[in-house]
């Protein structure tokens, strides 16, 4: 039975992990803000239809982050086998980063996911500095402006005319 406990909260550190990532290596708080770099961490289900909603605009947000010259730290973690998530992947036209937390979901238990998606945002110590559970685009707005920030990416909105049916909020 996985615990309870609740989303951990911004200022406190992210607790550590190892996965392994196909386009990585190994995947861990220390590797993704190797060189004094935020990162943007993605908890994810394959078969969450609130995921499915954010993913264009997780990917939007990590297009972007690659074109700051800064670097940045990106990874979804996914509770799903790695097939799974590598088929997710391919039907959503995602390209970042991922890793599979599969059961009994030791990583996810350790940042209190009761929800997905849920984003950290870190800043270069492995601090978090904001998390968004579910689907609000002011939620995800905010952690894409400040992530860009602090990548060195000037800032640009990140819903667009065209988005103007997306929903403003969906609970994960």
């Given at each position: 039975?996985?615990?309870?406990?609740?989303?951990?909260?911004?200022?406190?550190?992210?607790?550590?992990?190892?996965?392994?990532?196909?386009?990585?290596?190994?995947?861990?708080?220390?590797?993704?803000?190797?060189?004094?770099?935020?990162?943007?961490?993605?908890?994810?289900?394959?078969?969450?239809?609130?995921?499915?909603?954010?993913?264009?605009?997780?990917?939007?947000?990590?297009?972007?982050?690659?074109?700051?010259?800064?670097?940045?730290?990106?990874?979804?973690?996914?509770?799903?086998?790695?097939?799974?998530?590598?088929?997710?992947?391919?039907?959503?036209?995602?390209?970042?980063?991922?890793?599979?937390?599969?059961?009994?979901?030791?990583?996810?238990?350790?940042?209190?996911?009761?929800?997905?998606?849920?984003?950290?945002?870190?800043?270069?110590?492995?601090?978090?500095?904001?998390?968004?559970?579910?689907?609000?685009?002011?939620?995800?707005?905010?952690?894409?402006?400040?992530?860009?920030?602090?990548?060195g990416v000037e800032a640009q909105p990140l819903f667009a005319e065209s988005d103007r049916g997306v929903?403003?909020?969906?609970?994960?």
């Amino acid at each position: 039975m996985r615990d309870q406990q609740t989303v951990i909260q911004p200022g406190t550190p992210a607790p550590e992990f190892r996965l392994q990532s196909p386009a990585i290596g190994a995947a861990s708080i220390q590797e993704l803000v190797r060189g004094m770099r935020p990162a943007l961490v993605v908890f994810f289900k394959t078969e969450c239809p609130t995921c499915r909603l954010a993913f264009p605009f997780i990917e939007r947000i990590w297009h972007r982050a690659q074109s700051g010259g800064e670097g940045c730290g990106f990874l979804g973690i996914g509770q799903n086998s790695e097939l799974e998530i590598q088929q997710f992947f391919e039907r959503m036209g995602a390209t970042f980063p991922f890793a599979a937390d599969s059961e009994p979901y030791e990583v996810s238990d350790r940042y209190g996911i009761t929800n997905v998606p849920t984003l950290f945002l870190l800043d270069e110590h492995g601090v978090i500095l904001r998390t968004a559970v579910g689907f609000s685009r002011p939620a995800l707005e905010q952690i894409s402006q400040e992530f860009l920030a602090r990548v060195g990416v000037e800032a640009q909105p990140l819903f667009a005319e065209s988005d103007r049916g997306v929903p403003v909020l969906q609970p994960g």
